[in-house]
């Protein structure tokens, strides 16, 4: 069963930036996908990054400039920087890994964009 446990998440004001981190409990590196999700109060999950094995990152819209996703093999982490945050991002954000036998999610961290 593999876990991921995401970190990083808190209370920040506008202009402000967080780290968020996904601990994954086995290797990452022949992982293909690896996702951050976001899911704000009364919204559906939305796709905030994509962090393909191989290829470029994809970045939802609104956070294009402002986000970047990576993954460190060697740690096996993943981690969302996010600067220049708004009140809009505020939400659970959510680390998702696709693997052939399913697909697998955090528990979710909370950052909360005060203006």
């Known amino acids: 069963q593999v876990q991921l446990v995401e970190s990083g998440g808190g209370l920040v004001q506008v202009g402000g930036s967080l780290r968020l981190s996904c601990a994954v409990s086995?290797?990452?590196?022949?992982?293909?996908?690896m996702d951050w999700y976001r899911q704000a109060p009364g919204k559906q999950r939305e796709l905030v990054a994509r962090?393909?094995?191989?290829?470029?990152?994809i970045y939802a819209d609104s956070v294009k400039g402002r986000f970047t996703a990576n993954r460190d093999a060697a740690k096996n982490t993943v981690w969302l920087q996010m600067n220049d945050l708004k009140p809009e991002d505020t939400g659970v954000y959510f680390c998702?890994?696709?693997?052939?036998?399913?697909?697998?999610w955090g528990q979710g961290t909370q950052v909360t964009v005060s203006s």
């Open positions: 962090v393909p094995r191989w290829g470029s990152r």
């Open positions: 998702h890994a696709e693997l052939p036998q399913g697909d697998y």
């Open positions: 086995e290797s990452i590196f022949s992982i293909e996908i």
